[in-house]
């Protein structure tokens, strides 16, 4: 265990659903992110979050909505997907100060029809 | 975001061969870490770089950092079955925006 869990391992889900993917970390850290990792393509950055605060949002389309109430937890509220936006999400966690590791939760394998 | 590129994409080696992977940018990385990620799982950790020229090892991995910062290695000696799995590298340029390079997957033949 790495001390970050994500929920559900796996989301089957249609175009016009919405749904929600919830992260949780129990190593105290200040800074939380979202992953999307594709078969074709490297890890994409999506959303960091930093005390709560978002500090980055990498172009990623509206119908990914994130949302960190506090520093221990973060979503991802997911609208109208397509499925080209099948993919693991991966929810990490860094202590949130320059040059820390990153901690990986196992990952949500969302499957788009 | 930053483009951090790793050649090659896939290695197959014979149990007991060596194993590099290499990952390059066009800029100037302010440090590079490591991550393991084994098939279906999350990647791990492995190591942070960070002074030009350095050098560290685990075991049977070496972890080397470009002179001039733009570029890094890793080196498996006598591989083992339990090194199959994706590499990664990835870049923080500024405070906590990590950037994975394209990642390196080696298979291990027994």
């Known amino acids: 265990e790495t001390g970050v869990t994500q929920t559900p391992r796996h989301l089957v889900m249609g175009m016009t659903n919405k749904k929600s993917l919830k992260c949780e970390q129990h190593l105290g850290h200040n800074a939380m992110y979202w992953y999307k990792q594709s078969a074709k393509k490297p890890l994409e950055l999506m959303f960091v979050?930093?005390?709560?605060?978002?500090?980055e949002n990498n172009s990623v389309p509206s119908r990914f909505s994130p949302e960190c109430p506090n520093s221990s937890h973060l979503f991802l509220h997911l609208h109208t997907l397509q499925p080209e936006d099948s993919a693991l999400y991966l929810c990490?966690?860094?202590?949130?100060?320059?040059?820390?590791?990153?901690?990986f939760g196992s990952g949500t394998q969302l499957s788009v029809l | 975001g930053q483009q951090v590129m790793q050649i090659p994409q896939y290695q197959h080696v014979q149990e007991g061969e060596d194993f590099t992977t290499y990952c390059n940018s066009s800029t100037t990385l302010s440090n590079i870490q490591w991550y393991k990620q084994r098939p279906g799982g999350h990647p791990v950790f492995l190591i942070q770089?960070?002074?030009?020229?350095e050098v560290k090892k685990q075991k049977r991995l070496t972890f080397q950092f470009g002179e001039a910062k733009k570029n890094s290695s890793l080196h498996i000696t006598a591989t083992q079955t339990t090194d199959v799995g994706t590499y990664f590298c990835?870049?923080?340029?500024?405070?906590?925006?990590?950037?994975f390079g394209t990642g390196t997957s080696l298979t291990v033949i027994p």
């Open positions: 770089l960070v002074k030009s020229g």
């Open positions: 979050y930093n005390f709560k605060e978002q500090t």
């Open positions: 990490a966690s860094s202590q949130g100060q320059w040059g820390e590791k990153l901690f």
């Open positions: 990835a870049d923080s340029n500024t405070g906590n925006q990590f950037y």
